[in-house]
């Protein structure tokens, strides 16, 4: 079935550096990719959503300069949390989209402490 | 826009015994996906179970099934037999075009 690689699977970096994050489909052209935030027992929230080869769209309250993705290819994207705060930490999920098909895969997600 | 609702924060079932979940959503449209995912402590988020609106037959997955009712916008999920391994927490999404909508999810406790 169809596999979504995400890494690291876990990420400590100091306050005011940058992070980055990879979400690869490792068996299908993932069209469009989700990037998700999850606070501990509570649901996922959609950050943003992006396709290949055009700039992402963020839900509203999500900073763009903050939170930079790219989709670069039809099985890579990448978040990049800049001048990461400790307030930033949390758990990151990817999932990818496979254009014609109504079906979602997930990575395995990022854990990010900012110390 | 759309909306998901997990009325149930919590869920307990002894094992063997079965449960259900229940979930509610809000959408004006008539073509959709709704859809039950599994999220154990690994946080791996797993696919339980897909609905195409357009279907009347409930969906089904070996011990677990849907209560699809469209016009009440209602999609329960139905475990039978409940295993150990069924611990995690349960979220219900719907979607239309490319985007999902999750509810607030539902953490189910399994009893030996």
């Known amino acids: 079935g169809a596999v979504v690689s995400q890494h690291p699977s876990w990420v400590i970096c100091k306050s005011g550096t940058s992070v980055k994050i990879e979400c690869r489909s490792l068996d299908f052209q993932a069209t469009t990719m989700f990037w998700y935030r999850q606070f501990p027992k509570q649901s996922l929230m959609l950050m943003a959503t992006s396709n290949e080869g055009s700039k992402a769209t963020y839900e509203q309250g999500v900073e763009k300069d903050k939170f930079l993705i790219n989709h670069a290819s039809l099985t890579l994207s990448t978040l990049t949390v800049t001048s990461a705060h400790p307030e930033d930490s949390s758990f990151y999920i990817c999932?990818?989209?496979?254009?014609?098909?109504?079906?979602?895969?997930f990575g395995s997600g990022t854990r990010l402490t900012v110390v | 826009a759309q909306t998901v609702t997990q009325s149930q924060p919590e869920m307990s079932v002894q094992e063997a015994e079965t449960v259900t979940l229940s979930c509610t959503y809000d959408?004006?449209?008539?073509?959709?996906?709704l859809f039950w995912y599994k999220q154990p402590p690994s946080r791996q988020m797993i696919l339980v179970i897909r609905q195409e609106a357009y279907k009347q037959q409930n969906a089904t997955e070996n011990r677990f099934s849907v209560n699809f009712q469209k016009a009440a916008k209602s999609f329960s999920l139905k475990i039978s037999d409940s295993q150990l391994g069924d611990a995690a927490m349960y979220f219900c999404a719907y979607s239309r075009g490319n985007k999902l909508v999750f509810g607030a999810g539902t953490i189910l406790r399994v009893k030996s």
């Open positions: 959408t004006s449209e008539s073509d959709y996906y």
């Open positions: 999932s990818a989209h496979e254009a014609g098909l109504a079906g979602y895969t």
